[in-house]
């Protein structure tokens, strides 16, 4: 059982940056690939990075690369979601999530059934 907690949202401008952090419990966290999600309000859930095990592959939504960047540390049991040149469109709550690759493809840690565990999610939002 893994147990996540985000943090890090807030309030910000157009152009700004801001680091979310998902600290998690347990002590297989280290097994787990790991994603951020996002909601906007009246839309779906959306994918918006996710990362290996090991921090060695990542995987981003055409709509963040480039700006957006996934690391983790295993020693910390957290993962990181660094977000850059920040835009209104950004505004939502974001989730990180814990899953299992099994050895598939990194694209389909884009799928939200792929994750069993599940944060209580932290609001961004991005002002013009």
């Known amino acids: 059982q893994v147990q996540l907690v985000e943090s890090g949202g807030g309030l910000v401008q157009a152009g700004d940056s801001l680091r979310l952090s998902c600290a998690a419990s347990g002590r297989t966290f280290s097994s787990y690939a790991m994603g951020w999600f996002r909601q906007a309000p009246g839309k779906e859930r959306e994918f918006v990075a996710a990362i290996n095990w090991s921090g060695g592959s990542t995987y981003y939504a055409d709509s963040v690369k480039g700006r957006f960047t996934i690391s983790r540390d295993n020693a910390k049991n957290t993962v990181y979601l660094q977000m850059n040149s920040l835009k209104p469109e950004d505004t939502a709550v974001y989730y990180c999530?814990?899953?299992?690759?099994?050895?598939?493809?990194?694209?389909?840690?884009?799928?939200?059934?792929?994750?069993?565990?599940w944060g209580q999610g932290t609001q961004v939002t991005v002002s013009s």
């Open positions: 999530a814990a899953g299992f690759r099994g050895g598939q493809p990194m694209a389909e840690m884009s799928r939200p059934s792929r994750y069993g565990y």
